[in-house]
């Protein structure tokens, strides 16, 4: 389950650096040598490229190449925490 996940993953990557260009959330040039943890670390490099989704998983979207758009990692991040924040809020959570 974990590595099939993560083969889907890295085809993802392979298929947006494919695609290249700039960073489509928030347009500036996407580094495409960077990689992805900080040398030394398994911490995500902010700057390094992913393979965002373009309709959110939890919004129906699907997790393959179809649905993959390149975007920083530190963008990416941003978006999420955009998505899921109104299902914390509809949780109570924030209440
Ligand atoms: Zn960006």
Same mark, same amino acid.
């Given at each position: 389950?974990?590595?099939?996940?993560?083969?889907?993953?890295?085809?993802?990557?392979?298929?947006?650096?494919?695609?290249?260009?700039?960073?489509?959330?928030?347009?500036?040039p996407?580094?495409?040598?960077?990689?992805?943890?900080?040398?030394g670390?398994?911490?995500?490099?902010?700057? %390094?490229?992913? /393979?965002?989704?373009?309709?959110?998983?939890? *919004?129906?979207? =699907?997790? !393959?190449?179809?649905? %993959?758009?390149? /975007?920083?990692?530190?963008?990416?991040?941003? *978006?999420?925490? =955009?998505v !899921?924040?109104?299902?914390i809020?509809?949780?109570?959570?924030?209440?």
């Open positions: 389950m974990v590595r099939r996940n993560t083969a889907m993953q890295d085809r993802m990557r392979q298929h947006v650096r494919r695609i290249g260009g700039n960073c489509r959330l928030c347009g500036e996407l580094d495409y040598d960077i990689p992805y943890f900080i040398p670390t398994r911490k995500p490099n902010p700057e %390094a490229y992913v /393979a965002d989704h373009i309709i959110p998983i939890n *919004k129906g979207g =699907r997790h !393959d190449t179809s649905n %993959a758009q390149p /975007a920083h990692w530190r963008c990416n991040s941003k *978006k999420r925490a =955009r !899921d924040a109104p299902i809020k509809r949780s109570g959570a924030l209440n």
